[in-house]
């Protein structure tokens, strides 16, 4: 479950557009590369550290690779999204596309401002988060990110 929470998260926050047309694939292409997890919650607690190192997202397209230490990242590394500019806040579909969990979809927010994306995802059911919160017991996942400085 911890792994499914880690890409899901990974994978979203990379995935974050302006608007329709053209601003999406500008944004689109602003995000391709790496990017490091500063901090990742679920239900209120913080999951980055004890259970996943060094997490790493490269974005390629619309596909994504998760790296670093964990058990079963390797199992759900890899991930595809759509997304919805138009909404606010933004919202995005992130689907696991290899593995046991093939074709699992999950629903989320997302926000970009400069080299920090933040996003948030509700990691069981249909319930799309509606703000930027995990609340303690809830089944909502959390994360911020950021570009790797050179």
């Known amino acids: ?17 302006d608007g329709p047309g053209d601003s999406k694939k500008s944004d689109q292409k602003k995000l391709q590369g790496t990017w ?33 230490e964990g058990s079963d990242l390797e199992k759900y590394a890899k991930l595809t999204f759509k997304i919805d500019p138009g909404t606010t806040p933004k919202i995005i579909d992130v689907t696991i596309s290899a593995g046991d969990e093939k074709g699992t979809v999950f629903e989320g927010i997302y926000e970009l401002k400069g080299d920090k994306l933040k996003l948030c995802v ?25 570009r790797p400085k050179p």
Request: avoid cysteine; hydrophobic fraction near 45%; charged fraction near 25%.
């Open 1 to 17: 479950m911890k792994a499914h929470l880690i890409l899901v998260l990974a994978a979203g926050s990379l995935l974050a557009a």
């Open 36 to 68: 490091t997890a500063k901090s990742i919650e679920y239900g209120g607690e913080k999951v980055l550290g004890d259970n996943f190192k060094d997490l790493q997202i490269v974005i390629a397209g619309n596909k994504l690779s998760v790296k670093g």
């Open 122 to 146: 509700q990691m069981f059911g249909k319930d799309r988060p509606g703000e930027f919160k995990s609340k303690s017991g809830s089944q909502t996942a959390l994360a911020v990110f950021e």
